[in-house]
T-cell receptor, first 117, second 107 residues
Framework: EVQLAESGGGLVQPGGSLRLSCAAS????????MSWVRQPPGKGLEWVSS????????YYADSVEGRFTISRDSSKNTLYLQMNSLRVEDTAVYYC??????????WGQGTLATVSS | EIVLTQSPATLSLSPGERATLSCRAS??????LAWYQQKPGQAPRLLIY???NRATGIPARFSGSGSGTDFILTVSSLEPEDFAVYYC?????????FGPGTKVDIK
């Protein structure tokens, strides 16, 4: 059974950093394209970043380009999102998802990152 | 960036009624469009991918149609568990984009 479990969210001040983790089970992470999607409280979904199955190519939304980095550790079967220079508008529930060609077929339950002073 | 517009913003219907949700793209996305359902406090769930393909385990009452810029999600007869927010998403171009959502609530 495919399972994704996010962790690492919390409260951080503007300008700070957080690293989100997404532990995968039931499949090999490095064989699949993976994404992060976020949802500010009470608002809609926003795609954040994706990495191809090979890991050679990454994609970022303009709103996070240069501040966020997607990566993965095959030995731990875990996906990461390093978030630096955080802004109040980055406050959201962050979901990781297993993708196929840009469509998210499986989702985790999300982790809340709150950026506030 | 491809902008997706969904209508209506809210759809008030009764169980057993037919729901028709629209998604329009600012430029052609071919058939590279997906639909997701989200209930309060839950992660989104994939319903339809590539315009008309039902995802694993999705009931046949959900169907998708369309191509190019205009797409429709139809729920043939609403069940109590179908009252939720529905999002469309395109994968034709980077960045991937989502529509603002349609809330289907109980009339």
């Amino acid at each position: 059974e495919v399972q994704l479990a996010e962790s690492g969210g919390g409260l951080v001040q503007p300008g700070g950093s957080l690293r989100l983790s997404c532990a995968a089970s039931g499949f090999t992470l490095s064989s699949y394209e993976m994404s992060w999607v976020r949802q500010p409280p009470g608002k809609g979904l926003e795609w954040v970043s994706s990495v191809t199955g090979s890991g050679d190519t990454t994609y970022y939304a303009d709103s996070v380009e240069g501040r966020f980095t997607i990566s993965r550790d095959s030995s731990k079967n875990t996906l990461y999102l390093q978030m630096n220079s955080l802004r109040v508008e980055d406050t959201a529930v962050y979901y990781c998802a297993r993708d196929l060609g840009g469509t998210s077929h499986y989702w985790g339950q999300g982790t809340l990152a709150t950026v506030s002073s | 960036e491809i902008v997706l517009t969904q209508s209506p913003a809210t759809l008030s219907l009764s169980p057993g009624e037919r729901a028709t949700l629209s998604c329009r793209a600012s430029q052609s996305v071919s058939t590279y469009l997906a639909w997701y359902q989200q209930k309060p406090g839950q992660a989104p769930r994939l319903l339809i991918y590539d315009a008309f393909n039902r995802a694993t385990g999705i009931p046949a009452r959900f169907s998708g149609s369309g191509s190019g810029t205009d797409f429709i999600l139809t729920v043939s007869s609403l069940e109590p568990e179908d009252f939720a927010v529905y999002y469309c998403q395109q994968r034709n171009n980077w960045p991937l984009t989502f529509g603002p959502g349609t809330k289907v609530d109980i009339k």
